[in-house]
């Protein structure tokens, strides 16, 4: 990250004390009560859900202690015989490493290729040993507790499951749409199969929509980018601090054609409006 974009990123956030504020909040959180009633799945009165692209759970958490990291004692064996933390580049092994810069939790590292072609060529039929050949030596690299701090307090402080997979062997938007509808319409329905991110505008019913028919409330936090409708991209912009990337999986046919007043609209179709001067965190709009 440069030093601009990283000024930039505090200015958004609301100034160097987001930082600080971000280990405290966990530090709150961790010290309420939990609100017991019931015992059972009825006492959980809010379900947020954040979903990162682009980072594996090793990359992440590898170092961290007590998970299947890179301690791991049953790693997958390679047909050589070795641990799939041996990935040959053709003529070296490449192990996990961690890259020597500074600051390096605030930069962005190198944009791994992440489609169906090159993820399968990686998986090699369950042989796991086309990785560096498939995506570059950089697959390996990996961050530890000092690059990223706030997501090893939160898996500190609570719960990590170290079995996570990917939905799918592909890019973003097959996996977003696993996300929001359990489905990709892999049997043609709807506009499917979705193997890419061709932002197509698909058609089978949503879990935002099944919460809705059963009354359960929800919201999707986003911001509006160049404006969340076909002129803008579905708020896909080239400025990586505003907008969803064009990414809201949610924003099916359903979404596409909702108007002001349907409940598709208001609580899918709008957000924060950080290019006017708006932060992340202050918008009426996020309540």
């Not at 058609?203 to 936090?221: D, F, H, M, N, Q």
């Not at 969340?228 to 708020?235: D, T």
């Not at 896909?236 to 999986?249: H, M, P, V």
Request: proline share 4%.
């Amino acid at each position: 990250m440069t030093a601009i974009n990283r000024r930039r990123f505090i200015q958004l956030t609301g100034g160097t004390a987001a930082f600080s504020m971000l280990s405290t909040s966990i530090a709150k959180a961790a010290a309420i009560p939990a609100a017991r009633r019931t015992g059972t799945l009825k006492d959980v009165e809010h379900i947020v859900v954040l979903m990162q692209e682009n980072r594996s759970f090793d990359h992440y958490f590898g170092t961290l202690r007590g998970v299947r990291g890179f301690g791991d004692p049953r790693p997958v064996i390679l047909p050589s015989g070795k641990s799939v933390w041996y990935q040959s580049d053709g003529t070296k092994d490449v192990l996990p490493f961690h890259p020597d810069a500074q600051n390096l939790g605030l930069q962005f590292l190198e944009d791994l290729a992440h489609d169906w072609d090159t993820g399968h060529q990686a998986w090699n039929n369950g042989a796991y040993d086309q990785w560096v050949p498939a995506k570059t030596a950089t697959t390996m690299a990996h961050l530890n507790r000092e690059d990223i701090p706030f997501h090893y307090a939160l898996a500190d402080a609570f719960t990590i499951c170290d079995a996570y997979h990917c939905s799918l062997l592909t890019c973003t938007d097959p996996n977003r749409y696993y996300m929001w509808t359990g489905y990709t319409g892999n049997d043609g329905k709807g506009g499917g199969p979705v193997l890419d991110n061709a932002e197509a505008g698909y058609s089978w019913t949503t879990y935002p929509e099944r919460l809705e028919a059963a009354g359960v409330s929800w919201k999707i936090y986003q911001d509006i980018g160049t404006g969340l409708n076909a002129a803008g991209y579905w708020g896909w912009t080239e400025d990586a601090y505003i907008g969803n990337y064009g990414d809201n999986c949610a924003a099916t046919r359903q979404y596409r054609n909702a108007q002001p007043g349907d409940a598709l609209y208001e609580k899918a179709r709008t957000g924060t409006n950080v290019s006017t001067g708006e932060g992340f965190f202050d918008s009426s709009r996020l309540t």
